[in-house]
């Protein structure tokens, strides 16, 4: 077993019972507290007794050798009239003066407070510092447990997971791993159960075989287990001695202590991961001088059967940073077996032990290299303490400094058998988070356990730190951790960050024997940038990886590049094995480089019409592809180039390079066109600045380049820069030519164009005698055909059923013109390039010959053909299409039901209700009167124009609730019923005047006046309204004008002789009207056509003229369903809507001074009233 560790045995004891411990004097006042130990940060209680035989009313507690002790309650409980404050004696030392206005004659405790760790003696004294009572030693400590404080399990640490929920059992979380094995773990006994006892929530791994538990990982299957052999994560604090102790006194384990129960603690929590798994883990806080939230996981991992171990420290003291270190120990047990013998995995990937006795061959592996892993790492006796085997001084390195190969026994199998590891001390800020991991797992025979490692190396850096131009040197490894297995059809893939530049001549393979072979670069496919390799079988403990070279390019500078393998394969010997794969990752920390450049190459395929330029395209011989090599340099660099120079490596064969068309463009903008790629000369950039030099050329792909390889084109770039460095980078870009023939596809389809069901093309459709068919035939050169087509022809011999609508054959497409054939014998094609494609289109009428097909299971059948083709490699090509089948059905009738009604009663108008009866498929407007009800034309009720009424919007059965606006409508007559409902609103229009213009009294002077129409009065103080006229326009269709008309001159009648009147006139007066407007007052906005509007702002009225003034003519614009006409022109309608206007002299400030009575200075006044009549009127248009 793993020894208690020195940590766990100095918590035993800081926690043990105490006395209450005090000095015996003689003194006027005894001091005692119940504990000389007591906890920082807590507070405690000090019992003061006054000798009876002193009458004191006050006393003073001497603090000055209590450095962190200080008052916590002023009033001492069940004594309200004793009173404590904190003060300072005459010598300015901090004292406490307990004070009661009777006399002190009795006991009482006092509440104090330990604010920190330290050693303090309290006594009391008189006001000369002489001592009244005995003196009490006190020791104060902070206490290393746990506390539950607001901690929030989906916000405080991020760990990847989330909806945590707060459990008592967390139960138990579990893989499958074949029909007979499961792996489980959770925090508790093997049945997922924590209790309330010294132990804590210590995690547990066990494997079920057959439903049986036949290994464990910390040997606790009951509530008696050992827990303090296995303290899973521990902290400690300070640096070791160079004696023999290694884990200091102050050190602890966050899942496993001994005082306080679960409940009180670290708090359990589930949640489930995105593959639908368990995860459990333990969180709390921990207070000592610091202040930390902690937190233990245990996950399986997402593709390997394994269990990721974790831990996360996070420093909530924000005091500052701690220094400490984390380790790790493990006592483990398979089967009945304590005592089994641990080995070594290679690679210095971690540890296992194996059970080889009979009905119980299982194994628990241990890896380490993972990300967060550990420092060092050792196997051990059960016996021994935590780190006793790091050198030196228990810190130092295990294990993986030993370098042992695979299977390496390390404990013998007389011993009981653990293992320990540990990370560097280091400092931890303040919020920041630290995450720690450890792998395990188990596994019984026979059965595979995939194992995937990355890893990487520099051989260009000398310090550690990566580089833009640094050469890295990467391994992947595919490792079998199984028991008595076999992994089969092993593939290694590795998808390459963009930051790096491969070398694809570097590729190799090294098998489980140590044979070294090289890959062949066209594993490598540069537009996913993944790299495949398929590895040989492996047995147990077996090993088989794949190296290769890479370069940090530019793109990489001050940022992470996470590079990882995916390695996938089989068990060989249990096909239920479920867990057959395994991946892993390395992360890759590159430097800001001063100067920051980047180059890259890129192409496109300018005969297939590629639009981008890309890292790789397909190509076909004859082909011309453009090439662009691309040199940035960045803003942000802190370094100018002093000198460089660009170059493309161009392949040895399969292009044919234009060196015309070979183009520099600098980032100056000035060009350069130099007559070959080996030497560009760049221009010196200066710092602060984007600037960009681009080179464009073009080449032929010859004959020269077999199908199924890849022409690869490499740019370089080499530059001095003025941080006396030097910056190199290479881009590449990719043509692959595709191992094809000729290929092509000819499709037909049809559609019915009378029914228009379906709407689009398909293979087959249901069609009438009568109805017109279209027809589609594609051909299209598909975009892999390594050529494209020269000429060709297409033909089509129609079925007897069907007659050739004329004119209807028509070539579309790309380069067909839009040509027109008069039949299908010879219908010829235009060239086609690869992926390009032509369209023949065409009409025929089912003719009587299809009657004897009618609603039987034999369609009308027609197949196209592509006869005399050439490709561009002048090979011969035909080809034919799929079969267009027409159903023939039975013609049947439908009806549609037109109402047309009152929109705004809901009452039914005009003809009420008109029925249509037809054949199904048939449009409205192709039926006869013989189809209406009433014998009417079928061309006059979709809408029917009706006298006096307008035709505003229509619906149908289908959406009840849906009105559109109103149009020349023709439905095509349904198997199913339709009512279309049609509404109309009745026409008007009125006219409102006022009944009198009164212009007031004057005297009888003859002189040139004007009198004018006072305004109107409005409610409101000094509100004016102008006089106006009111037109309202309901649903009008027609134009109308508003007009005006004095029949005769003032008049009144003047007293001659008594009781005799005579007639006399206002000669030559007039009547003028000024600032006139029209104004749409209302209107419900559903008026859709744009209306013309003349309207007169001055007039000036003659008496006794027949002919009217017009004032306003409104011409309407629209073109709307009502008066007289048919629905041929498939007309779109307006809707007039409704409006009403007001024709106004004047406003607020010219109301009073817009109408006004002008009488000449020669026409004589008489004393009498002056009268006259106006008629206004609203004339429509015919």
Known sequence: MLGLSPAMQSMQASQAATVPVTTQTNNKVKLSVDTTKITAGSNFLLHVNVDQSNEMHELT???????????????????????????????????????????????????????????????????????????????????????????????????????????????????????????????????????????????????????????????????????????????????????????????????????????????????????????????????????LEVEVLYRFQAKAPVIQQEAYVKNTDSAGYIYYMAFFGINTMLGDQDYVPMYAMGNNTGLYVMNTKENQKLKMYFNMKVPDGPDAYAAQSGSSAVLDRFRPNGMGVGDESENYPEGTRIV????????????????????????????????????????????????????????????LTFKLSAHNIGYESEWINIKIDDQIPIGLDIDTASFKLTDAAGQTTAVPASNYDATTRTLKVASPNLTDNQWSSVTFDATINSQAAGKTLRNTVNVTG????????????????????????????????????????????????????????????????????????????LSDELPKSGLDIDNQSIKVTYPDGTTDTPNDLSSIALKPTTVGQAQKTVVDFEATINQSAEAGTTIRNIGRAEATTGSDGTFNSSSEADINIPETPYQSTLTKQVKNETTNKPTTFADAVD???????????????????????????????????????????????????????????KVTINPLKIGEQAQIDFQVKINDQAKSLVDTKTPIKNVGHLVDGQTDADTKTTSDSNEADINIKKVENGLITFKYI?????????????????????????????????????????????????????????????FYQIKDIDPVIDSKPQVITIRYERSGLTLSAPQDFDFGEYLAHESDATYYLKALKGDEKHEKIPYSIGISDYYGVKDWSLGVEQAQQFKGNVVVDRDVLQEVKLDNAELRFANASLSQLTSDNENTATDQIDALKQFTLVPGVKNKTTLVTYHKQGQYAAGTGDNSKNQQYDNPGYATYSYQFGDQKSADYSIGLHVPETTKRHKIRYTTTLEWSLTVAP
């Open 61 to 291: 507690i001497d603090l000055s050798n209590a450095p962190t002790i200080q008052l916590g309650k002023a009033i001492v409980a069940d004594h309200p009239e004793i009173h404590v404050v904190a003060t300072k004696n005459p010598a300015g030392k901090p004292t406490l003066k307990i004070s009661s206005q009777q006399p002190l004659t009795k006991q009482f405790d006092v509440v104090l407070k330990s604010i920190d760790e330290g050693t303090n003696q309290l006594k009391v004294i008189d006001e000369n510092n002489n001592a009244l009572s005995n003196e009490v030693k006190l020791r104060a400590a902070y206490d290393k447990t746990f506390k539950v404080s607001a901690i929030d399990p989906n916000k405080d640490i991020d760990d990847g997971e989330s909806n945590w929920v707060k459990v008592v059992d967390p139960g138990i979380s579990s893989i499958t791993l074949s029909s007979t094995v499961k792996l489980q773990f959770t925090f508790g006994d093997t049945h997922g159960k924590v209790a309330k006892r010294p132990g804590g929530a210590t995690p547990n791994v066990f494997l079920l075989k057959h439903g049986i538990d036949v290994a464990n990982g910390f040997n606790l299957d009951s509530l008696k287990g050992v827990p303090s052999t296995s303290p899973n994560f521990e902290l400690t604090f300070k640096n070791p001695t160079a004696g023999g102790e290694f884990v200091p006194n102050n050190a602890f384990s966050i899942t496993n202590y001994t005082e306080d129960p679960i409940g009180d603690n670290l708090q359990l929590y589930t949640t489930v991961d995105k593959n639908g798994r368990k995860v459990i883990k333990a969180q709390g806080t921990f207070h000592d001088k610091t202040s």
């Open 412 to 471: 013998e199998s007389a011993n009981n058998s653990a293992y320990s590891a540990h990370w560097k001390w280091h400092e931890l800020k303040y919020h920041q988070v630290d995450h720690y991991r450890s792998d395990i797992g188990v596994s019984t025979s026979p059965l595979t356990v995939p194992n995937a490692l990355k890893e990487y190396s520099n051989t260009t850096s000398t310090d550690g730190k990566n580089r833009v131009g640094d050469k």
């Open 570 to 645: 089989d068990d060989g010997k249990d096909s239920t094995n479920q867990y057959t794969d395994a991946d892993a990752y390395v992360d890759i920390p590159v430097e800001i480089s001063p100067y920051m450049a980047e180059l890259t190459k890129q192409v496109k395929n300018e005969t297939a019409k590629d639009t981008d330029y890309q890292t790789a395209t397909v190509g076909h011989v004859g082909d011309k592809v453009a090439y662009r090599l691309t040199y940035n340099v960045d803003a942000q660099s802190t370094a100018a180039m002093v000198s460089g120079t």
């Open 767 to 825: 069609g009438h005698i009568g109805d017109i068919i279209d027809y589609r035939m594609t051909y299209t050169v598909d975009r892999d055909s390594p050529q494209g087509l020269k000429a060709g022809e297409i033909q089509d011999t129609l079925p007897k059923e069907v007659d050739l609508v004329k004119g209807s054959v028509k070539v579309s497409g790309d380069n067909q013109d839009d040509r027109t054939f008069d039949d299908l014998s």
């Open 902 to 962: 009152d929109r705004k009663t809901n009452e039914a108008i005009g003809d009420k209700e008109v029925t249509v009866n037809g054949p199904i498929g048939k449009k409205v407007s192709e039926l006869t009167t013989s189809n209406i009800s009433g014998k009417l034309d079928p061309n006059k009720i979709r809408p029917e124009f009706i006298d006096g009424w307008v035709a505003v919007d229509y619906g149908d059965d289908t959406s009840p609730n849906n």
